[in-house]
Every structure is written in structure tokens, then in C-alpha cells.
Nanobody, 115 residues
Framework: QVRLVESGGGLVQPGGSLRLSCVAS????????MNWYRQTPGKQRELVAS???????NYVDSVKDRFTISRDNVRTTLYLQMNSLAPADTAVYYC?????????WGRGTQVTVSS
């Protein structure tokens, strides 16, 4: 069974940084593209960043130059380094992959940016 477990969220002041982690199990991690999504109440889940199996990265415009997605295939872990955080980044952040024919989601980790 494929499982994704996020961690690293919390409360941070504007301008601060956080690093999210997502540990994957039950899959050959290095073969799959991985994504970070976020969601706020009443809004659709938004794709924030993605990384392919060969480490090509894409970002939504609002986080470019502030967030960095990376992966460690030995540790089967996906990361999201978030810098210069703003209140608009407050959301639940989810790790995601498409494994064979279905989407796999973690339970999410809350990020709150507030003074």
C-alpha cells in the first residue's frame, strides 16, 4: 500500500521559513513524479510545486523564487523549502503522486503564517 506522510508544518512569522517533508512508502519512489499542493477553507486544492523523476521542477507563479522542491530518492522523501513566507501562504499542504492509475494523498500538514 502506497503511503505519504507529511511533516514540518507550523506557525511562522511573515518573512520566515519552513521546510516540509513527505516520506513515501510502498512504492518505487525514484520512478514517480511528486507534487506539493495546498488548500485553504472554501477553495480548491492548488498545485504549488512538482518534481519529476529526473528532478525537473515546476512552480506556481506565486511561489517562484521563494519555494524550492527537492527529493531524496535514498530516503524516499520529498521536501518543500519555503522562504519569505507570507500570510497568503497559510494553508494545509499536501504531498501527492499519481501511482499507476490513481492519485495518492497524504493527510496534510498545516502551515500558518501570522504575526
Amino acid at each position: 500500500q502506497v503511503r505519504l506522510v507529511e511533516s514540518g508544518g507550523g506557525l511562522v512569522q511573515p518573512g520566515g521559513s519552513l521546510r516540509l517533508s513527505c516520506v513515501a512508502s510502498g512504492m518505487n519512489f525514484k520512478l514517480y513524479a511528486m507534487n506539493w499542493y495546498r488548500q485553504t477553507p472554501g477553495k480548491q486544492r492548488e498545485l504549488v510545486a512538482s518534481i519529476t523523476s529526473d528532478h525537473k521542477r515546476n512552480y506556481v507563479d506565486s511561489v517562484k523564487d521563494r519555494f524550492t522542491i527537492s527529493r531524496d530518492n535514498v530516503r524516499t522523501t520529498l521536501y518543500l523549502q519555503m522562504n519569505s513566507l507570507a500570510p497568503a501562504d497559510t494553508a494545509v499542504y499536501y504531498c501527492n503522486t499519481k501511482y499507476r492509475d490513481y492519485q495518492v494523498w497524504g493527510r496534510g500538514t498545516q502551515v500558518t503564517v501570522s504575526s
